[in-house]
Each structure stands twice: as structure tokens, then as C-alpha cells.
């Protein structure tokens, strides 16, 4: 039973095979190089996602900040939370 890697090369006559001849030193290389590029560009997209992150929770805590502001202000809005209608408060119901 035969290997199927195995390859089995017959020729007659001259045979020449021509072209550049790589050896393993620099495909190890070009495959080092593959990975640190991947590497790379996975430790830039965690930054940039970091920083994303980070804007983002600022953001976050400046809007907490402002509603915080709105919510604890005690002065009454200038002319009322609705156009035309009067502003009034809880002893009015009675």
C-alpha cells in the first residue's frame, strides 16, 4: 500500500527545474514575520478599543453629572416645563 504523500516522479530525457529555491530559514522567518504583523494589528484594535471605552464612560459620567445637576436644582424652570400652561405645585390639587 503506497503513502499518499509519497510522490513518485519518472522522466525521461533532461529534466531541469528552474526558479528560486527557498530554504527553511527564511520561511521561518516570513512566518515570524506573518505573526508579529497579526500581532500587531490585534494589540492596536485592544488599544483603539480601549480608548473607545474609555470615551465612552466619560461621556457617560458627564451625563450622569448634568442630570444629577437637573434633578438636585430646586429654582423652577423659566416659564414652566410646558409652553403655555401655568406652572403649579402639589398644594394647587387641593
Known amino acids: 500500500m503506497s503513502d499518499p504523500n509519497d510522490i513518485q516522479l519518472e ?3 533532461e ?3 528552474g526558479g528560486d529555491v527557498i530554504g527553511r530559514d527564511k520561511i521561518v522567518t516570513t512566518i515570524q514575520n506573518l505573526v508579529q504583523r497579526a ?3 490585534a494589540e492596536e484594535a485592544a488599544h483603539d ?3 473607545e471605552q474609555q470615551a ?3 461621556g ?4 450622569a453629572a448634568r442630570l444629577r445637576a437637573i434633578a ?3 429654582q423652577p424652570l ?3 416645563p410646558y409652553k403655555g400652561l401655568p406652572a403649579f405645585d402639589l398644594s394647587d390639587c387641593e
Open 78 to 80: 423659566a416659564g414652566g
Open 72 to 74: 438636585t436644582d430646586d
Open 11 to 13: 522522466a525521461q530525457g
Open 39 to 41: 500581532l500587531t494589528a
Open 49 to 51: 478599543r480601549a480608548l
Open 60 to 63: 457617560v459620567s458627564a451625563l
Open 15 to 17: 529534466f531541469r527545474l
Open 56 to 58: 465612552l464612560a466619560q
